[in-house]
C-alpha cells in the first residue's frame, strides 16, 4: 500500500494518441513496453496511471503494448472514451505518473469487509465512481459488496444521497412535478407513455426521461423513438417540458446520476439488480430530476421480477424510507405481473397499442388502458385540489375526450415526429406463428421467455421486429389456435427467435383453476 | 438471460491478427466496428464471444475498435495472452459467435445472492475460472462474494478441493513430503531457504516451490534467485528434488493450482486477502504438489497480517478443518511477528542473511537462525523415528555441524548456480543512512512502512535494493545512530524511498516497556 505514495511527485512527458478502442466507460492507457516512462515508473500492467494535459487530469487502467503501430515508444495511447474527456488533439503532450489510489479506496475496503459505511463514505465513493476513479475490478468489488443483505436502509438512503450529490439537478420552480416509475421486468409495459399526456392535460408538470432497453426487448425511450424524436439537448427539453406540461425523453445524455450510469456498467454483466442499488438508483434520478411526486409500479407475478407480497412489500417499506428521508412524496402501487401488458412486444408493436389507447380505437388492449389509467389517477390525486378516489375518473375523462391525444400529438410535433401511423405500422416482414398444441384456456405467459423471444427476433435494435400476442391468460383457445406472431426483418433473427421459441413457447393451456392468482391493488 | 442462448450455433469466420496488447490475463478480442460479424450479431462492447480455430476455443471480452490498422473489418483481433492459447498463425481462419454463458454462472450468482454452494458448484466455478472462462468482472465478483462472513468452513475445503482438482497434481512416492508455509507479511522472513536443506540433510524429502514477491520487497523465489536459477522446467526440478532431497524454486510456471494464479490477478488491485481465499489457495498447492505433512507459520504482531490472538487462532481452526478433510497433516505455530525478521530486506540483503546463517558466521541474524531452527524441528519431528520434542536440537546439529550448507550447496549447484558470494554482497552503491532523533530504545519497528520502503528503493525488481536494519526490538540507541541503511542503484528510486521514510521511518524509540507484548509460542 505504501509504495503507491509519492511516486506521482514526478510526471512525466509523452505524446497523445488516440487509440481507436472503445473500452465501454472504462478508460484504457497503452504504453509501449519500451517507452522509458513504463520502464522508470515500474508500472504494472493493470495498475492505474493518472494523465494529465491541458488542464485535465483522468485515470486510466494500464495496457502494455509491444507494437509500435498502436502507440510509440514517445507517446501515451487513450481508449476513446478517455481521450475525449482529455478533450485534447493527438501529438500534443501529456504527463504521465503512476495514481494515487482513489480516496474512497480506504472506505470501499471497509465495506468488503463488512462494515457499515457512513454518509461521507458513500459520498466519496460515489463521487470517484462519477469521475471514472474506479477500475471495472473496483466497481465490481463495490456493486457486490452493497448487495442483498449488505446494506441497511440509512446506507441505503447514503448511497441515493449521494448520487444525487454528484451530479446535476434540476429545479422546475414548480410545486408539483409529477412522475412515475416501474421497476421493470413485464415486457409490453408501455404505460409512462399513456400517463404523461393524461397527466400533462390535467396541467401537473411531467418532464419524463427514460432509459433504452437494458435487457428487455424495448425500453420506453426505444417505444417512444418510433413516434417521435427522444435524444434532446437539455436546453430544447426545458422548452418542451414548459409549453406541454411534458415530454417523453431518452435520460442518457442528462448527467442526472452519472455514477449510476457507471455502475450499470458492471451490474448488467452481472444481471445484480439488488434491492439496494435499484432503490438507490431510481430515487436519485428522480430527485436529481427535480420530481417532487412518484408513482412507483412493482409488478408481482411467477416470472416477474418480484415473485412474492412479502418481497413486494419489503422493497415497498424500503422505497419509502428512503423516499421520505429524500423529501420525495412516493405512492408504491403492486401490480399484476403476472404476463405482459398489451399485445406487441417491441418497439413498433408497442407504439401501435399506445396510439390505440389514445385514439380510444376498439381495438385497443384493455389491460394497457386500465393500467395507465389507475396509475394516472394515483398522479392526479397528488393535486391538492382532487378528492382521495377521483383520480382514476378525471383520468379517464382526459383519454375518452380525446385531450391526452392532443397532449402527446403536441409533444411528439415538440420533439420532432418521426410520422409514425399507428393504423399502418411497419411491422416485421418475416413471420412466424407460434399455435397452441392444446385446447383450454391460456393458464401461464412467460415474461422472461416472451422477452427473449422478442430480443432475438431483433427487438429493440430492429425497431419493426417482435412479438404479437393473440391471446391473453384466461383466453380459450383451440388446437393449432396462433397464441403469437414473431416479427423479423433477417431470416437469421427468425431463426434464432424459432428455436429458442421450440424450446418452450412461453405459454402453457390448462383449466381455468391453473390460473396463478396474485393478490394486488387492482 | 434467455437471449444468450443459441446464438452460437452460426458461429461467423474471420482472419485471426495478434494485437499487440497485455491485457494481464484476460482475454480480450478486438473486432472493426464495420465487421460484418460484429454487426450481424449484435455483440455488444465487453461482452463475451467465443472464438475457435485450430481446434481450441477461447472466451474472450470484446472490445470494438474504429481503426483498420489495428484490426480489419475482416479480421478478429486478439490480446497478446488470447492469442497465445489458441497457438495458431496470424491470416489463419478462426470462427467467431457469441458465447454462451460459462456453465458456472448461475451458482456464482447464487453466491452473489448470498447462498451457501456445494461441492459440485465450486467445482465448476473453479473449472470456468482455471480456464479463462471468466471476465475481470465475474472473477472480482466471485472473489467478493466469497470474501469473509460469507463462507462456512465446508464451503472453504469445497473450494480448495476444487482448485486441487482443476490442476496438475504431483506425486513423489514417498509416504512424507514435508513443507513449510508462511501467510505472509514479514520482511525478511526468509525461513525456507534454512529449513529446506535442514530438513533435506535430515533425510526429508522437501521440494519446495515459492511465488515471487507480489506486494512485497522479496519473496523467497526472488532471494533464491540471487544465489541460483529458480525457473526451472517440471522435469529438471524432479531431477534436482529426487537428487537432493529437496529444493527452491519458482512455483509460477507449474501449472499446480491455475484457478488460483487467475484470481489473484483480481484479489491483488483489491488488497483482498480474506481467510476463506487464503486457507483454500495455501492448502491446495500444498496438496496439488503432493505435500503429506506441513508446518504453517502464522505471525502475529501489530503491523503484522494478524493482529489479534484471537484473528490467530480462528485462521489456525480453519487451516486445521480443511486440512484435516484434505488428508494433509498440519501444524500451525502462531510467531512473533512485531518486527522485519533478520537484518536485510530486498534480495541481495536477504540471501547474505541466509547464507551467513548456513556458514554458521558470527554475524548472522540470530532471530532468522532461531526461527527457522523452531520450524524445521517441527517438521523434523513429522519424522516417526524423531520424538516430540528432540526436532529442534537435530535441526540444530544439522545446521551447526554444517550438513544443512553441504545439502544448500548441493541444491544451488543443482538447479544452476548464480555465484553469488555473501562476504561480498553486491548492495545497492547509493545510500541513505536513517538516522535515529531520540535515544532509549527501539519500541516499535512497522513492518508495513520498512516494506514499502525497501519497495521504493528498488526491490525486488533491482536486486541489490532495500533496507538494511541495524537495530531490532529492544536495541538502545542514542540520538544520531544509524537505525538502517536504505540501499539504490537509481538516484529517482532513492528520493522516492526518502520521500516516504521522511513521512515516517518506521521505528519508533522508547522506554523498554513501550514495547508491544506478543504470546507467541516461542
Not at 407475478?301 to 422505497?319: C, D, Y
Not at 415538440?414 to 391460456?442: H, R, W
Request: glycine content about 8%.
Amino acid at each position: 500500500m505504501t509504495d503507491k505514495i509519492d511516486k506521482q511527485k514526478k510526471p512525466m512527458h509523452l505524446l497523445l494518441r488516440r487509440v481507436a478502442i472503445d473500452t465501454y466507460r472504462e478508460n484504457v492507457a497503452y504504453l509501449h513496453r519500451d517507452c522509458a516512462v513504463y520502464r522508470a515508473e515500474g508500472f504494472q500492467a493493470l495498475s492505474k496511471i493518472e494523465v494529465r494535459a491541458n488542464g485535465c487530469k483522468i485515470l486510466a487502467t494500464l495496457n502494455v503494448v509491444d507494437d509500435e503501430s498502436i502507440v510509440g515508444c514517445d507517446e501515451i495511447g487513450l481508449s476513446e472514451d478517455a481521450f475525449a474527456i482529455l478533450g485534447m488533439e493527438s501529438g500534443k503532450e501529456a504527463f504521465v505518473c503512476q495514481a494515487e489510489p482513489p480516496v474512497s479506496m480506504e472506505a470501499l475496503f471497509r465495506k468488503i469487509n463488512g462494515e457499515r459505511l457512513d454518509k461521507t463514505d458513500f459520498r466519496n465513493i460515489v463521487k470517484d465512481i462519477a469521475e471514472h476513479h474506479y477500475s471495472k475490478i473496483e466497481l465490481t468489488a463495490f456493486v457486490v459488496a452493497t448487495n442483498r443483505g449488505e446494506m441497511d436502509r440509512e446506507e441505503v438512503y447514503f448511497l441515493a444521497e449521494a448520487m444525487v450529490a454528484c451530479g446535476r439537478h434540476l429545479d422546475w420552480k414548480e410545486p408539483l412535478v409529477v412522475d412515475k416509475h416501474c421497476i421493470g421486468g413485464i415486457p409490453g409495459n408501455r404505460t409512462s407513455m399513456l400517463i404523461v399526456p393524461i397527466v400533462a392535460a390535467h396541467g401537473m408538470l411531467c418532464p419524463k426521461t427514460s432509459s433504452r432497453a437494458i435487457t428487455s426487448p424495448a425500453g420506453t425511450a426505444d417505444t417512444m423513438e418510433v413516434l417521435a424524436n427522444v435524444d434532446i439537448p437539455f436546453k430544447k427539453l426545458t422548452d418542451v417540458v414548459l409549453k406541454n406540461n411534458g415530454c417523453l425523453a431518452w435520460g442518457g445524455a442528462s448527467d442526472l446520476s452519472p455514477a449510476d450510469d457507471v455502475l450499470i456498467s458492471v451490474e448488467r454483466p452481472l444481471s445484480l439488480d439488488s434491492p439496494a442499488q435499484m432503490v438507490a438508483s431510481i430515487l436519485s434520478k428522480k430527485i436529481a430530476a427535480g420530481s417532487t411526486h412518484l408513482v412507483l409500479d412493482i409488478p408481482i407475478g411467477p416470472t416477474a421480477k418480484v415473485r412474492s407480497m412479502q418481497e413486494a412489500q419489503n422493497l415497498r417499506r424500503l422505497f419509502e424510507y428512503v423516499a421520505s428521508r429524500m423529501n420525495l412524496s412516493l405512492d408504491v402501487i403492486i401490480t399484476d405481473g403476472r404476463q405482459p401488458i398489451g399485445f406487441g412486444i417491441g418497439p413498433v408493436l408497442e407504439a401501435r397499442d399506445v396510439m390505440q389507447v389514445l385514439e380510444n380505437d376498439p381495438l385497443a388492449p384493455n389491460d394497457l388502458r386500465q393500467k395507465a389509467l389507475r396509475l394516472a389517477g394515483r398522479l392526479i390525486e397528488c393535486d391538492p385540489d382532487v378528492r382521495g378516489g377521483d383520480g382514476f375518473s378525471i383520468a379517464r375523462d382526459i383519454l375518452d375526450s380525446g385531450r391526452a391525444l392532443t397532449y402527446m400529438n403536441s409533444i411528439i410535433e415538440a420533439q420532432g415526429s418521426n410520422g409514425f401511423d399507428y393504423k399502418n405500422p411497419k411491422l416485421g416482414s418475416l413471420i412466424f406463428e407460434v399455435k397452441s398444441i392444446a385446447s383450454g384456456v391460456v393458464a401461464e405467459i412467460d415474461n422472461l421467455q416472451i422477452a427473449g423471444i422478442a430480443r432475438l427476433a431483433g427487438a429493440p435494435k430492429v425497431q419493426s421486429a417482435g412479438v404479437d400476442l393473440l391471446h391473453k391468460l384466461g383466453d380459450k383457445v383451440v388446437e393449432g389456435d396462433v397464441l403469437y406472431r414473431i416479427h423479423s426483418e433477417i431470416q437469421a433473427d427468425l431463426d434464432f427467435a424459432c428455436q429458442l421459441c421450440a424450446k418452450s413457447s412461453g405459454y402453457k393451456i390448462g383449466r381455468p383453476e391453473d390460473i396463478h392468482h396474485v393478490f394486488v391493488e387492482f
